[in-house]
């Protein structure tokens, strides 16, 4: 039953979620070391392997299924996917070179009580990260789930509740809290190194296409699609709005935004140790490039502060909380020249200098703009995947690099800019409750869900 604009009994707020994960060493202080981590894996036998069940294995399922699959102390004992000869052809590259073959199944509710399976990876569409996580801490699975956590906020809420209630593991696919360099970035920052930093800019100008308005159809041959379609509303087939253009949709993804600014914005919170919800959002933009089937915006300018600071909440002259940190995001899908060299990345802002970070590493340059440190490594992936089998065996989430909680807090900055555009209104947000101060705005932060596919009404 949707939400609207009532906070239901068993609404869980911030406190429910345990507020030791703002204060568990989330911020890359359990990034792994390699060398130590390679040794664990060494160490293992076969009869100690971890079971990973994989949901979601065409693309980028794929590249993260091979991540964990490198692992020798892993075993991957299931391939899901609704898609018969996308599952069939993971299963097949799998058993080269090895005699165990993953079982295929096209649902991920009929191996949540076999023992064998010790965590689930998702990477389905973002509309189906929600109930797997739940499920799999609910039958005691530990869970890497990719981004943004869920499709919605409430989503997200239920995720960190069961994670919690549970005490299970759940890392997102934020995978740049992984990263040696990102910890150097931090350490920079913290140190002082900038001066006194109050503002992060992340970006997106990297062109992408149209999605062309083309007919309904029948779904591939061999593809359960109302499966796929799963808490989503019912609605016909269309090629384009399947496989990777679900993200453009409502109904399916959060734009781009959600796609990949939701690294980007994390980049700033990493560089400026923001562990806390934002209090207001605010946001511009629209289509003004494309005249095409997608629904979200090609162009966006999104607006989120922070605060208050430890010594106590100041105000401004209308009575809000007077912002700490100011993050920003700059979204054109449409243009080709690149912002500060980078098609996209972010940037960190000090009294003394400023620092840019990237997927590959990161510049600082002083007042002047002379580059006097730089940094970058390309273990992300792998760490991340490490950190969370690491975290598997030992038993201690608050280890994970990218925690559920952590991992939320950008999610909902994601969900919150969106909602912003949607709304066309500056939104003040409500950190215990996760609501807004707007009745038009929270119609956004749950959604009804089919029936069959709906959240449990009982963690």
Not at 238 to 265: C, K, M, P, Q, S
Not at 353 to 358: D, F, N, Q, R, S
Request: aromatic letters at 8%; a positive charge; proline letters at 5%.
């Amino acid at each position: 039953m949707s939400n609207g604009n009532r906070t239901p009994a068993n609404h869980p707020t911030r406190r429910q979620f345990n507020k030791s994960a703002l204060t568990a060493p989330a911020v890359l202080t359990g990034v792994v070391a390699t060398t130590q981590a390679r040794a664990a894996s060494e160490r293992s036998s076969p009869n100690d392997r971890i079971g990973i069940a994989c949901l979601g294995v065409r693309g980028r399922g794929n590249g993260v299924m091979r991540t964990f699959a490198a692992n020798k102390d892993v075993q991957i004992t299931h391939v899901c996917d609704v898609d018969t000869k996308v599952r069939e052809q993971r299963i097949a590259e799998l058993v080269k070179g090895t005699p165990h073959r993953p079982k295929g199944v096209k649902d991920y509710r009929t191996i949540l009580e076999d023992k064998n399976v010790d965590a689930l990876v998702v990477c389905t569409p973002d509309h189906w990260h929600a109930l797997p996580t739940i499920h799999g801490c609910q039958a005691g699975k530990d869970v890497y789930v990719e981004k943004p956590d869920g499709h919605n906020i409430r989503e997200g809420q239920m995720m960190v509740a069961a994670a919690r209630k549970h005490n299970r593991c759940v890392q997102l696919g934020t995978q740049a809290r992984s990263a040696p360099y990102m910890a150097d970035v931090r350490k920079y920052v913290k140190d002082g190194s900038l001066g006194k930093v109050l503002y992060g800019n992340a970006w997106e100008t990297a062109r992408q296409g149209a999605i062309p308005r083309v007919a309904d159809g029948p779904p591939p041959a061999g593809v359960d699609y109302n499966m796929w379609l799963g808490p989503a509303p019912k609605r016909a087939f269309n090629r384009y709005r399947y496989h990777g253009n679900w993200r453009w949709f409502y109904d399916y993804g959060a734009g781009d935004l959600g796609n990949d600014g939701v690294h980007r914005i994390d980049y700033c919170r990493i560089a400026m140790g923001i562990e806390t919800m934002p209090h207001t959002v605010s946001c511009l933009g629209g289509k003004l490039f494309f005249d095409d089937a997608q629904d979200w915006p090609d162009t966006m300018n999104v607006s989120w502060s922070f605060g208050p600071n430890k010594n106590g909440p100041r105000k401004d002259a209308q009575g809000s909380p007077h912002p700490e940190h100011i993050i920003t995001y700059e979204m054109r899908i449409w243009t080709r020249p690149r912002l500060h060299g980078h098609a996209e990345g972010a940037a960190v802002f000090g009294e003394n200098g400023w620092l840019i970070m990237t997927h590959r590493g990161w510049q600082a340059f002083d007042a002047a703009g002379k580059q006097v440190k730089s940094g970058g490594d390309n273990d992300a992936q792998r760490n991340h995947v490490r950190n969370f089998l690491d975290c598997v065996r030992s038993r201690k989430w608050r280890n994970l690099n990218q925690e559920i909680y952590s991992g939320h807090v950008s999610s909902v900055m994601c969900h919150a800019g969106n909602i912003a555009w949607r709304t066309s209104k500056t939104l003040r947000f409500d950190a215990e409750t996760e609501r807004f101060d707007d009745v038009s705005a929270n119609r956004y932060v749950a959604r009804e869900a089919r029936a069959e596919y709906a959240l449990p009404a009982d963690l």
